[in-house]
């Protein structure tokens, strides 16, 4: 088990650092600031969002048979948050960076961009990689984390040097796709392993409704003519957004209001049940 463990914090550390050692050596030091403040941004925002930490408990005391039931229902409520997080983010990325950052750090902006897809990744991935700590299989999410490390390394060599061809700014786009790509591949190896070795199946199948609702959300407040800027402006675009993928939501009924109940009941009622047991 320890050696699986550090094993994996070794190659997390690679995973997650090697984007911004790779733009320090081939592009100045300020593009490493701009690449490594949008990063953050996104890693800020994906560890808020991520509820890997109240489902961990629940998936190292069930037993095998509600292990596919937990975990879908935890995908379930990630993908109705971080999905509408990505577009709105997107939406917002230019008042994020000048309001936060100032008007300095706009080349963040479209590595920013790329990066909050990154949001549904992270959601989904620490709660599959939690899945198998709980159960004492670190070394799957380990062996998952290695190989996407070197993708990455890859990747972004490649993509890095050909992209400061064109424009030295271009690095950070290449370093962009290259993680978010390489992350995206841990993910699915991840999905392919939970099947394997634990047999339970994901259901993708919950994904569109929260996507289609995103989408609309998304191409909505384009065409709105929300005219007012700074803090004020982003609070009523916010507000806006989730007022939208809420309706659309209820519309294509992507979530009932028994089906909020029931998730809510399933974790409480295992919370619950779990505090007698050790009363």
């Known amino acids: 088990y320890i050696t699986y463990f550090s094993l994996g914090s070794l190659s997390i550390v690679i995973f997650n650092y090697i984007d911004l050692f790779l733009i320090g050596y081939f592009l100045p030091s ?24 109240i489902f961990f408990p629940i998936f190292a005391e069930i037993n095998k048979n509600q292990l596919e039931k937990f975990l879908n229902l935890a995908i379930r409520v990630t993908n109705l948050v971080n999905i509408p997080a990505i577009f709105g983010l997107v939406v917002l990325r230019n008042q994020v960076v000048i309001l936060f950052l100032g008007y300095d750090y706009l080349p963040t902006v479209i590595p920013l961009t790329i990066l909050s897809f990154l949001l549904l990744e992270i959601g989904i991935s ?12 670190p070394k799957y999410p380990a062996r998952t984390i290695a190989i996407s490390s070197a993708i990455s390394i890859v990747l972004n060599i490649t993509l890095i040097t050909l992209l400061i061809k064109i424009k030295p ?48 959300m998304f191409a909505t407040l384009y065409l ?13 675009t916010v507000i806006t957004g989730g007022m939208i993928y809420s309706v659309v939501m209820f519309i294509t009924k992507g979530i009932t209001l028994s089906e909020a109940n029931q998730i809510k009941e ?11 047991g050790t009363q």
């Open 224 to 236: 709105l003519p929300i005219k007012v800027e700074g803090y004020l402006g982003a609070i009523i």
């Open 266 to 276: 399933s974790i409480m009622g295992f919370i619950s049940k779990n505090e007698k």
């Open 169 to 216: 700014a271009y690095g950070l786009i290449g370093a962009a796709i290259a993680t978010t790509t390489s992350k995206y591949i841990n993910l699915i190896l991840l999905a392919i392993y939970t099947k394997r070795y634990l047999n339970v199946q994901l259901h993708i199948n919950k994904f569109y409704k929260p996507l289609i609702a995103s989408l609309i």
């Open 30 to 53: 300020e593009f490493v600031g701009y690449y490594a403040t949008a990063l953050s941004i996104i890693t800020g925002i994906g560890t808020m969002l991520s509820i890997q930490f």
């Open 126 to 137: 620490s709660l599959l990689s939690s899945l198998f700590y709980a159960r004492d299989l």
